[in-house]
C-alpha cells in the first residue's frame, strides 16, 4: 500500500507545474531598489550597461500580490494528494539556482516549470512527508537565462506532548547547559572557514571582530569579500571594530528545539559604529525586549571547547 502510494507520487515527475510571463521587463528602477535594499554597490548594477545582480533571478518571474504563475493542474493534483493523505503542512526547505547569461534591462522574461522529483517518505524533526522538487528554466527573450530549484516539505506535523497551560513560558524553557555539558551531536554547526574568510575567524578567536577595509579606496565592508564593491580594488586591510552598535532589525526564532539551539531566541542585524552591520544573537535581555534601535554591545560567547562566536549583549537605556 505504502509503495503504492509513493508510485502515484512518483509519476508526477517530469510534468509540467506552472508557465508564466514576467509582468514586468526587467528594469532599471528594479534593480536600484533591489541594489539599495542589499546595500549591494557593485557598478555592474548601475549605468548605461548595467546588467541585474544574478540573485534576482526569481524576482521577475514574481506575479505580485495580486497575480500569481498560471499553475498547472498537474501540480494541484499532486498537492492535493499529499493533502487527502494527511501531509497537509508545507514548509520551504531550500532553493538553488544557476546563472547562464546575465540579465539586462529591456529583456521580455518568460519561465516554466516542472516537478522535478518527489522523494520516497521521510521522517523529520516536524514531521514524516515528502519533498517536492521544481524547476524553473527562465528565458530572456527566448534565450535560456538561468534555472531556479525549489524545494518543499509536505508533511504530517509530529505530534508532540502537551505543555501545561498553567506554567508559564519561562518555566517551559529548558536550562541552557554550560559548553562542556554538551554532547558532541549536540554542538553547533561549525562555520565554514575558506581562504576569504580564515582572517575574520582568526580574529574572533582573538576576540577581535575584524572589518575589513579596501586600501584603494577606504570603504570598509562587512561580511568579508574578495574584493571591493566600490572600486573594485583587490587590495585590502582590517580594521577592529570598537563593539558598540545598534539593532538595526531583528527576528525572533521559533523553530522546534532542536539540538544545540533553544528556541525562542532573538537574532539581529546589528549596525556597527564603524558603518557596516553584522548578523548576530542578542542576548543578555529577553527576546521579546529586543526593539530597533536598541543598543547593543559585543562580546565574545564559548560554545564548546572549539566555538567561539560574536554575539550582543543589549545595553540597558
Known amino acids: 500500500m505504502h509503495e503504492e502510494f509513493e508510485a502515484r507520487l512518483k509519476a508526477y515527475e517530469g510534468r509540467p507545474a506552472a508557465t508564466g510571463v514576467g509582468r514586468d521587463p526587467v528594469n532599471e528602477p528594479m534593480i536600484r531598489h533591489w541594489c539599495e535594499a542589499m546595500g549591494d554597490t557593485n557598478p555592474a548594477y548601475a549605468g548605461p550597461d548595467a546588467i541585474a545582480p544574478p540573485t534576482m533571478l526569481q524576482a521577475w518571474t514574481m506575479a505580485g ?148 577595509r579596501c586600501t584603494g579606496c577606504g570603504t570598509l565592508r562587512f561580511p568579508w569579500l574578495p574584493g571591493c564593491n566600490s572600486c573594485g580594488c583587490a587590495q585590502w586591510d582590517t580594521v577592529a571594530a570598537s563593539g558598540e552598535g545598534t539593532v538595526y532589525s531583528y527576528v525572533v526564532m521559533h523553530h522546534p528545539p532542536f539540538p544545540a539551539f533553544e528556541p525562542p531566541y532573538a537574532v539581529g542585524l546589528i549596525e556597527l559604529a564603524e558603518g557596516v552591520r553584522i548578523v548576530s544573537n542578542v542576548v543578555g535581555v529577553p527576546y521579546d525586549k529586543v526593539r530597533i534601535g536598541m543598543p547593543v554591545r559585543l562580546t565574545f560567547r564559548r560554545y564548546d571547547d572549539e566555538l567561539v562566536l560574536p554575539v550582543f549583549q543589549g545595553v540597558a537605556p
Open 65 to 212: 500580490l495580486t497575480g500569481r504563475p498560471e499553475r498547472t493542474a498537474a501540480y494541484d493534483e499532486l498537492l492535493r494528494l499529499l493533502d487527502e493523505s494527511g501531509h497537509g503542512a508545507v514548509v520551504a526547505t531550500d532553493c538553488e539556482q544557476e546563472y547562464v547569461r546575465p540579465l539586462r534591462p529591456g529583456d521580455e522574461i518568460t519561465f516554466d516549470s516542472v516537478i522535478e522529483s518527489v522523494s520516497e517518505r521521510k521522517t523529520t524533526k516536524l514531521g514524516a512527508g515528502y519533498f517536492v522538487t521544481t524547476r524553473t528554466d527562465i528565458r530572456a527573450d527566448g534565450e535560456l537565462a538561468g534555472t531556479h530549484r525549489f524545494r518543499i516539505l509536505k508533511y504530517a506535523p509530529a505530534r508532540r506532548p502537551r505543555i501545561p497551560e498553567q506554567r508559564r513560558p519561562e518555566e517551559r524553557r529548558p536550562k541552557e547547559r554550560r559548553p562542556e555539558e554538551r554532547r558532541p551531536e549536540e554542538r553547533r554547526p561549525r562555520p565554514v572557514i575558506n581562504r576569504d574568510n580564515a582572517g575574520f575567524w582568526e580574529g574572533v578567536a582573538r576576540h577581535e571582530l575584524l572589518i575589513q
